[in-house]
């Protein structure tokens, strides 16, 4: 029995990392060729610690003009949203219908977008 419940544990354990790894993986293949995971920022800003983060705050000097005035911070429903179709998202988010934002929509899923933010959040 003891056997038994160790061979689940570990299936279990490996079975999570190979959960992480697809989610680096998703992150990585939509995200990577324009965000680092950490501090340095690249074509696009740094996305390490993002989650809670006031919209336009960081020194990136990329943003749009409509991003740098956000006035909303990226939470798990702004994220989602910005996910889905960043150039929707910045219009609503920003409350002016003319706003723009220079990322191209992503139109990630909803499990998509969900395995996206819960590994931006561990970072």
């Known amino acids: 029995m003891k056997k038994i419940f160790n061979a689940m544990a570990v299936t279990a354990i490996a079975a999570g990392a190979l959960m992480s790894a697809n989610v680096y993986a998703g992150a990585e293949a939509k995200c990577a060729a324009c965000h680092d995971f950490g501090s340095a920022h690249k074509v696009g800003p740094a996305l390490g610690g993002i989650v809670g983060k006031p919209a336009g705050s960081t020194d990136f000097g990329g943003y749009s003009d409509s991003l740098k005035k956000g006035g909303w911070a990226w939470d798990e429903a702004n994220l989602r949203k910005w996910l889905g179709d960043s150039n929707a998202a910045i219009k609503e988010l920003s ?23 819960g590994f931006l959040k561990g970072k």
């Open 95 to 117: 409350g002016d219908a003319n706003a723009t934002t220079k990322m191209p929509p992503q139109k990630l899923t909803d499990a998509q977008a969900d395995e996206v933010i």
